[in-house]
Structures are given as structure tokens and as C-alpha cells.
């Protein structure tokens, strides 16, 4: 299976760069980030276009899309990981995962996509995201295998 995250902004040396790296190295997976980041200052609405412009582009052809955006659905990490297993064993395409920046993914991005997923109705920063993100398809990857790792 194959996983691209698309984020927007550069992650520095942090606790959150730390939580992320934890758990994508435990992916057997093939797994990998793109950092996507505008370097323009623009208002809050361009810089939001402009920034699905740059994550519609990055995009794999064929791939499935998930955006992260606190109006997804809530799925338990046992449908999470049912959710991927089936796309796994559908077809060779990649699985992307969207997610924004500081102001979130553009709405519209958002509907394009073939699942928008939410980690709750708090909103979580943007880094740390990626450290939530990567637990849970580690999480899904040992449900899949049946291992204990989710008890």
C-alpha cells in the first residue's frame, strides 16, 4: 500500500517532529510526506486558495483523497482501518492524505475528496496532525494484522 501525506508548512525540530517520526518509522507501509508551503505573505482567503492549488497539484493521478478537516466524519480506528484495508485491496493506487495549514484545507478541497476525515470536533494544530495522523495508520496497519497493538 501506498500512503503520501501532503501537509502544508515545513515541520522544524519539535516534540511534534519527534511524535511523527515515532510512529511513521513503525509503518511498514509505503509511506511518505511532501511539505507544501507558499512562501508569498497573502490575506487569509488567498493564501487558503492558494495553498489547494498547490495540494490539488501534488496530487497522484488516480489517487484516493483524504482530507483532514474538523467537519469529516469521526470514524473509530476500527473503521479507519477497515476503510483503508478495503482501498489496499481494491487497486494499486495511492492513498493521499490533505492537510492544511493554519486556516485549514479550502471547503472545496475538502468535498473533492473521496473521504473528509475528523479527529474530533476540537481543532487540533495543523504539525500535530501529522503525529495524530501517522499513529492512527500505524494503528490500522496492526488491526489489519490482527495484532493486539489496538487492545
Given at each position: 500500500?501506498?500512503?503520501?501525506?501532503?501537509?502544508?508548512?515545513?515541520?522544524?525540530?519539535?516534540?511534534?517532529r519527534?511524535?511523527?517520526?515515532?510512529?511513521k518509522?513503525?509503518?511498514?507501509?509505503?509511506?511518505?510526506?511532501?511539505?507544501?508551503e507558499?512562501k508569498k505573505?497573502?490575506?487569509?482567503?488567498?493564501l487558503?486558495?492558494?495553498?489547494?492549488?498547490?495540494?490539488?497539484a501534488?496530487?497522484?493521478?488516480?489517487?484516493?483523497?483524504v482530507?483532514?478537516?474538523s467537519?469529516?466524519?469521526?470514524?473509530?480506528?476500527?473503521?479507519?482501518?477497515?476503510?483503508?484495508?478495503?482501498?489496499?485491496d481494491e487497486?494499486d493506487?495511492p492513498v493521499?492524505?490533505?492537510?492544511g495549514?493554519?486556516?485549514?484545507l479550502e471547503p472545496?478541497?475538502?468535498?473533492?475528496?473521496d473521504?473528509?476525515?475528523?479527529?474530533?470536533a476540537?481543532?487540533?494544530p495543523?504539525?500535530?496532525?501529522?503525529?495524530?495522523?501517522?499513529?492512527?495508520?500505524?494503528?490500522?496497519?496492526?488491526?489489519?494484522?490482527g495484532?493486539p497493538?489496538?487492545r
Open positions: 500500500m501506498r500512503l503520501l501525506i501532503l501537509a502544508i508548512g515545513r515541520m522544524k525540530q519539535s516534540p511534534e519527534d511524535l511523527f517520526r515515532h510512529f518509522d513503525r509503518i511498514a507501509w509505503d509511506i511518505s510526506v511532501r511539505e507544501i507558499e505573505r497573502l490575506p487569509p482567503a488567498q487558503n486558495a492558494r495553498e489547494a492549488e498547490l495540494l490539488r501534488a496530487i497522484p493521478d488516480g489517487a484516493r483523497t482530507a483532514l478537516d467537519n469529516g466524519r469521526a470514524l473509530t480506528s476500527p473503521d479507519f482501518a477497515n476503510r483503508l484495508g478495503k482501498w489496499r487497486a493506487h493521499v492524505f490533505l492537510i495549514g493554519a486556516n485549514g472545496s478541497l475538502v468535498k473533492q475528496a473521504l473528509a476525515l475528523s479527529f474530533g476540537v481543532t487540533w495543523h504539525m500535530l496532525m501529522r503525529g495524530l495522523l501517522v499513529e492512527q495508520i500505524y494503528r490500522a496497519q496492526q488491526i489489519l494484522a495484532h497493538y489496538h
